[in-house]
């Protein structure tokens, strides 16, 4: 975690861009389980057609770096920032600009993925949900598995 409590894929992903793909090797592995067409891990995306399977699986995925300046309003203070004229962004949210390559492209058959996650220790074929998990630690260790349902619920709780 970067801080105290910011679970969020959207905010990870967003401290993750302030470093390289190097230093977050969790972003490589969420891209691999990606690939891999993981249930859970798809359902993190807001795309509700990948995780019910309506459309095929993914065959690479890239990442791209982009800066974003976001539209102000046309008032007097603004028309004192140099590069802002007025309301020459009228009518946009937003414009974005593509600042470099985060990640290259990558698919299922790289060997360089595989043995990055290797290295890093993430390199496994299981898709499971944390529920399962709780469910296979059930038969190991009871104070894990108390724990493992406390954490579920607590998601549950702070995702409602």
Same mark, same amino acid.
């Given at each position: 975690?970067?801080?105290?409590?910011?679970?969020? #894929?959207?905010?990870? *992903?967003?401290?993750?861009?302030?470093?390289?793909?190097?230093?977050?090797?969790? *972003?490589?592995?969420?891209?691999?389980?990606?690939?891999?067409?993981?249930?859970?891990?798809?359902? #993190?995306?807001?795309?509700?057609? %990948?995780?019910?399977?309506?459309?095929?699986?993914?065959?690479?995925?890239?990442?791209?770096?982009?800066?974003?300046?976001?539209?102000?309003?046309? %008032?007097?203070?603004?028309?004192?920032?140099?590069?802002?004229?007025?309301?020459?962004?009228?009518?946009?949210?937003?414009?974005?600009? *593509?600042?470099?390559e985060y990640l290259p492209s990558l698919d299922?058959?790289?060997?360089? #993925?595989?043995?990055?996650?290797?290295?890093?220790?993430?390199?496994?074929?299981?898709?499971?949900?944390?529920?399962?998990?709780?469910?296979?630690?059930?038969?190991?260790?009871?104070?894990?598995?108390?724990?493992?349902? #406390?954490?579920?619920?607590?998601?549950?709780?702070?995702?409602?």
């Amino acid at each position: 975690q970067v801080a105290p409590y910011q679970p969020r #894929l959207d905010w990870q *992903m967003w401290f993750a861009a302030l470093g390289s793909y190097q230093h977050n090797p969790w *972003m490589v592995h969420l891209i691999y389980k990606l690939l891999q067409g993981c249930k859970p891990v798809l359902s #993190l995306l807001d795309e509700q057609s %990948l995780a019910s399977g309506e459309v095929e699986k993914i065959s690479s995925v890239k990442a791209m770096l982009y800066n974003y300046d976001f539209t102000r309003m046309d %008032l007097d203070w603004n028309a004192r920032i140099p590069a802002m004229k007025g309301s020459q962004l009228k009518d946009q949210w937003w414009v974005r600009s *593509m600042k470099r390559e985060y990640l290259p492209s990558l698919d299922l058959n790289n060997p360089a #993925l595989k043995q990055f996650l290797s290295s890093h220790d993430f390199l496994d074929d299981i898709c499971i949900s944390h529920e399962d998990k709780c469910l296979m630690i059930d038969g190991h260790s009871r104070l894990l598995s108390r724990l493992c349902q #406390l954490e579920l619920v607590l998601r549950t709780k702070c995702m409602n």
